[in-house]
């Protein structure tokens, strides 16, 4: 099964679109087609994100209707320690804990919509990016 860390950027479309590929993935980790990974730091940042009133706003959700998906996430989260830190890698310091949770956790590959931002720096430790439609696309054949 592969292991996978989806950026905040997939969890933020996932609740702004039932209709993406964000949420398709999400689905897909809930019947745990692949392994889920996140460290303690990148799940309070998708906290974070997810709880900001713009974030709330677009998606149409409540506070508590944010915490009880953040529970039903904790729950599929394989929970990955950080034994090495490797910054600097990228250019955006807010990115340098997806990277960590991807290398830490022996990722398969680390989805996003941001490839650009990890693309200098994800394949020199082996980490494959794909974007979420590029992950489904893996995930039905």
Known sequence: MQRVVLDTSVIVA???SRTGAGFALLSAARHRRFTLLATSAL??????????DAQREAS???LDDVDRLLGALAILVEP?????????QLRDPD????????????ADALVTYNIRDFSDAAPRFGVRLLRPADMLKELSE
Do not use: C, Q, T
């Not at 799940?43 to 900001?52: A, G, I, P, Q, S």
């Not at 990955?80 to 600097?88: N, T």
């Not at 990115?95 to 022996?106: F, K, P, Q, S, T």
């Open 95 to 106: 990115d340098e804990m997806v990277l960590e949770a991807a290398i830490n956790g022996r």
């Open 43 to 52: 799940f309070f940042e998708y906290e974070d994100v997810l709880k900001r």
């Open 60 to 62: 149409g959700l409540s």
């Open 80 to 88: 990955v320690e950080v034994h090495m830190r490797w910054r600097p």
């Open 14 to 16: 996932a609740l702004r």
